[in-house]
T-cell receptor
Framework: GAGVSQSPSNKVTEKGKDVELRCDPISGHTALYWYRQSLGQGLEFLIYFQGNSAPDKSGLPSDRFSAERTGGSVSTLTIQRTQQEDSAVYLC??????????????FGSGTQLSVL | AQKITQTQPGMFVQEKEAVTLDCTYDTSDQSYGLFWYKQPSSGEMIFLIYQGSYDEQNATEGRYSLNFQKARKSANLVISASQLGDSAMYFCAMTVHSGGGADGLTFGKGTHLIIQP
């Protein structure tokens, strides 16, 4: 596709359930990022992929959060045993290489996660 | 670790006026990049402008310019001749190189800009 695609756009789940959020980056982009944006807050870095490997997982808030990327393309962010504080917009972004400070990120429209 | 500070949670500006959105940053890295993104109510993050730490001239992109003052660690965004469509959240962000590879962008908390007719 022409841009970064995320699905679903909205997800409502019950506390304790597992959820999977999907990101389809721009074709050919090797770098992929996940961010979390809570209401009225800035973006919180979660994880960065370079190809299929994740050299930086430092932002994952707990071991309930995990992410994988297969084939150097699609990525899935999984949240296990969701809690109400996990409610937020989860944004995915990609960039061509991810190794230069001048490389801008292209963002998807996000997944709005609501945990009841 | 790097940090971005945006001290203006919200701003109201009259249409056609110029706007300055403040951003200060903190990092011990010498090589870094500074970005501004716009987030309208639709939620998507839109890249506006970029400034490299070694760039000697301030970046400009159409109505957007970045007032880069390296000694003050300041990277303010200036929007000339504001338009109603400029109403949005604006985020300042930076990325650094530390030992190879690019860290994820670090974002400020944003400024909510409202342009009034």
């Amino acid at each position: 596709g022409a841009g970064v695609s995320q699905s679903p756009s909205n997800k409502v789940t019950e506390k304790g359930k597992d959820v999977e959020l999907r990101c389809d980056p721009i074709s050919g982009h090797t770098a992929l990022y996940w961010y979390r944006q809570s209401l009225g807050q800035g973006l919180e870095f979660l994880i960065y992929f370079q190809g299929n490997s994740a050299p930086d997982k430092s932002g994952l808030p707990s071991d309930r959060f995990s992410a994988e990327r297969t084939g150097g393309s699609v990525s899935t962010l999984t949240i296990q045993r969701t809690q109400q504080e996990d409610s937020a917009v989860y944004l995915c972004a990609s960039s061509p290489h991810g190794t230069a400070t001048n490389e801008k990120l292209f963002f998807g429209s996000g997944t709005q996660l609501s945990v009841l | 670790a790097q940090k971005i500070t945006q001290t203006q949670p919200g701003m109201f500006v009259q249409e056609k006026e110029a706007v300055t959105l403040d951003c200060t940053y903190d990092t011990s890295d010498q090589s870094y990049g500074l970005f501004w993104y716009k987030q309208p109510s639709s939620g998507e993050m839109i890249f506006l402008i970029y400034q490299g730490s070694y760039d000697e001239q301030n970046a400009t992109e159409g109505r957007y310019s970045l007032n880069f003052q390296k000694a003050r660690k300041s990277a303010n965004l200036v929007i000339s001749a504001s338009q109603l469509g400029d109403s949005a959240m604006y985020f300042c962000a930076m990325t650094v190189h530390s030992g190879g590879g690019a860290d994820g962008l670090t974002f400020g908390k944003g400024t909510h800009l409202i342009i009034q007719p």
